[in-house]
């Protein structure tokens, strides 16, 4: 694991952090100058630069948009430079898009990057080697990283990182850094992170110590009212459709369920049927892929006796995209032009032969998950 070093010195016995360490010493002896914290580096090192640009995935989720919005917030109060947030693509599941409408973070959504030597460019919940966001494959490196999930390879220069795959959520870690500057967020910023670390801790089996003291530290900025309102988003007209494809289109075998979509005419429905069906009883890993935009996605669920799901997916996408995440929820991607919409034949199977390889099941022929009788009876 990744680190930049020890953790933020928190007083639990306040409603803030203590930025000062007690430490016991001899008679006579200097005191012992208090230690810095990772905000305090994370600020020191991005002072040298005029501007800072932040940089998260593309189709950022919850705390990709929280843990941006809450470093733009950091740095405003104690930089006082200028200071951007950027990110690729769009957001698309609906309770994403509901928190965007109500919360109005202080997102850009650009096609391209340009910066110059006087930028600090920070890469937030995601890492360079991922093939996920607007650095990829470019010039520009990040002079810091800021991450929660296990990363799949740890070889990428930045003067400060910040990887803790032990957290629920990114959002965490830039809670602990609000906290430990003496830094209040407003309650719309305090409502996108407490969302961020609810919705990326769901089917998580480790809620950390320091999810919880974030989450109880949040607590009184947070305007509940908007926070029901973003859980409670509508569903478009479509979502319904592709969910009844999906039920229509899952095969299971043995204790692992396979479904690969005809259509999807959102990201979030990928995530959304790999969520539902981990909730089977006789489940333990689930994966759904389905073409998005010419870019076949993959979500990647495990029950805690599925085994670690980061390892599944890369273990089905190697040489062919890439993938990560965390032990029980995991997804990845495969850029390759596609003209059907749909995963082709030989790619499903290529895929179907890795996913029962991965899970050690050695059943080649599957079970619909909804027997067609079941469905034509019904219509």
């Known amino acids: ?19 000062t360490t007690v430490t016991k010493h001899n008679k ?37 948009i929280a843990s941006g919005w809450g470093l733009l917030r950091l740095f405003a109060e104690k930089l006082k430079i200028p200071c951007r947030f950027v990110a690729g693509g769009a957001v ?36 360079p080697t991922a093939a996920n966001h607007l650095l990829r494959g470019g010039n520009v490196y990040p002079i810091a990283v800021i991450d929660h999930h296990e990363p799949e390879s740890e070889r990428f220069p930045a003067r400060f990182r910040d990887i803790r795959p032990k957290l629920a959520a990114t959002a965490t870690i830039v809670g602990q850094y609000l906290r430990a500057q003496d830094t209040e967020p407003s309650a719309d910023l305090a409502t996108a992170l407490a969302y961020a670390i609810r919705t990326d801790a769901v089917g998580v089996a480790r809620f950390s110590r320091s999810d919880h003291q974030v989450l109880n530290w949040l607590g009184p900025f947070v305007a509940h009212d908007k926070l029901a309102n973003i859980e409670a988003a509508p569903l478009p007209l479509e979502y319904f459709a592709d969910l009844l494809l999906a039920l229509q289109n899952t095969y299971v075998y043995k204790n692992a369920a396979l479904c690969f979509l005809p259509q999807a005419n959102g990201v979030e429905i990928v995530g959304e049927v790999a969520d539902a069906l981990i909730r089977c009883q006789t489940i333990d890993r689930a994966l759904c892929g389905a073409v998005v935009e010419d870019e076949v996605l993959l979500s990647v669920r495990t029950s805690p006796a599925g085994g670690d799901a980061s390892e599944l997916v890369r273990g089905v996408l190697a040489r062919l995209g890439r993938g990560g995440g965390h032990q029980q929820r995991a997804g990845g991607k495969i850029s390759r032009p596609v003209q059907s919409g749909r995963i082709n034949e030989e790619l499903q199977a290529e895929l179907r032969a890795r996913w029962l390889r991965v899970c050690g099941v050695d059943q080649q022929r599957g079970k619909r998950l909804v027997a067609p009788r079941q469905i034509v009876q019904n219509l």
């Open 92 to 127: 698309v599941r609906a309770e994403n898009r509901r928190l965007l409408e109500i919360l109005r973070p202080p997102i850009e959504f650009v096609e391209e990057i340009e910066t110059s030597d006087n930028v600090g460019v920070l890469l937030v919940d995601t890492i």
């Open 28 to 64: 006579g002896a200097k005191p012992a100058r208090p230690r810095r914290t990772r905000s305090d580096r994370l600020l020191s090192v991005l002072s040298e630069f005029e501007q800072v640009l932040i940089v998260t995935h593309d189709n950022p989720d919850p705390d990709a």
């Open 1 to 19: 694991m990744l680190d930049s070093g020890v953790d933020e010195p928190w007083d639990y016995g306040r409603g803030r952090s203590s930025l």
